[in-house]
């Protein structure tokens, strides 16, 4: 009895260890960075709505302006639903005889967002064009409003996960719990 609690023991602690580094995985690649994360909803028909969470992990001056891109080739009739009352948002229409991307514009009207900060309330509706998968994520600049310089870039993380990364979830428990059974076979 006391080998199958040593057992147990040693395969909780493995189990705690695997979960921690998934965990410290998933957190390190948005810490020390500038990321946006989105919630995707479905209006009607093929209008969606983007609602994005801006968050400062890394400038220390604070983030005044940024923009999101749309592609031209999969969304049109950009609007603007909702912004933050200190912060000044528009859009520009994609347009596919440039061709050139849309995108949606905000500017801070008073303080930016201060490092280690975080902003939502920024809502955009469109009209998807592409195919059946839907909406995905999109590139993202965060400027200097004085000098345009480009401060930061990306792409959009979704705030829900999505399957691929559920997927890689449960194969890794189910890795872990196949190492248990096996384990506890060993010992016994």
Do not use: C
Request: no cysteine.
């Amino acid at each position: 009895m006391f080998i199958r609690k040593t057992a147990h023991s040693k395969t909780a602690h493995s189990i705690i260890r695997r979960l921690l580094l998934l965990t410290l995985l998933s957190v390190s690649y948005s810490a020390n960075a500038v990321y946006i994360e989105y919630e995707l909803n479905l209006v009607n028909g093929n209008t969606y709505q983007y609602d994005y969470t801006i968050f400062n992990d890394d400038i220390a001056a604070g983030i005044e302006e940024f923009a999101i891109f749309f592609d031209y080739n999969t969304t049109e009739n950009l609007a603007v639903v909702a912004s933050p009352a200190v912060w000044d948002s528009l859009v520009i229409q994609p347009d596919t005889g440039l061709p050139d991307d849309g995108l949606f514009d905000s500017l801070a009207l008073a303080s930016p967002i201060s490092l280690g900060g975080s902003l939502g309330g920024f809502s955009v509706q469109f009209d998807w064009l592409g195919s059946n998968s839907g909406p995905v994520a999109q590139a993202f600049e965060v400027y200097n409003p004085s000098t345009f310089a480009v401060l930061a870039s990306g792409s959009t993380l979704s705030s829900v996960p999505e399957p691929a990364s559920l997927a890689m979830i449960l194969i890794g428990l189910l890795l872990i719990k196949r190492q248990v059974v096996y384990s506890n076979n060993t010992t016994t």
